[in-house]
Nanobody, 123 residues
């Protein structure tokens, strides 16, 4: 059974930093793309960052230069380092794994999803 478990969310003041982790179990995802999405109240789920099996990366324009996605294939884990956080970054952050090797930006192409971790940025 595949499981994705996110951790590292919390409450932080604007300008602060958080590091999210997503540990996958049940199968190895070294050959597949992984991503972080954000779900905010009243908004559609949006891609924050995606990383391919080979390390190619795509970021949403709103987080470029502030967030960094990385992966540790030995640990079957993907990370999201978030710096210079803003109140508009508030939301539930979900990690996901696709069954495609490349960078995947479309939510419907992701096969597995975690439950999410709440990130709240106060002004």
């Amino acid at each position: 059974q595949v499981q994705l478990v996110e951790s590292g969310g919390g409450l932080v003041q604007a300008g602060g930093s958080l590091r999210l982790s997503c540990a996958a179990s049940g199968r190895t995802f070294n050959s597949y793309g992984m991503g972080w999405f954000r779900q905010s109240p009243g908004k559609e789920r949006e891609l924050v960052a995606s990383i391919s099996s080979g390390g190619s990366i795509s970021y949403a324009g709103s987080v470029k230069g502030r967030f960094t996605i990385s992966r540790d294939n030995a640990k079957n884990t993907v990370y999201l380092q978030m710096n210079s956080l803003k109140p508009e970054d508030t939301g539930v952050y979900l990690c996901a794994v696709s069954l495609i090797r490349g960078v995947v930006t479309i939510p419907s192409l992701y096969a597995y999803w975690g439950q999410g971790t709440q990130v709240t940025v106060s002004s």
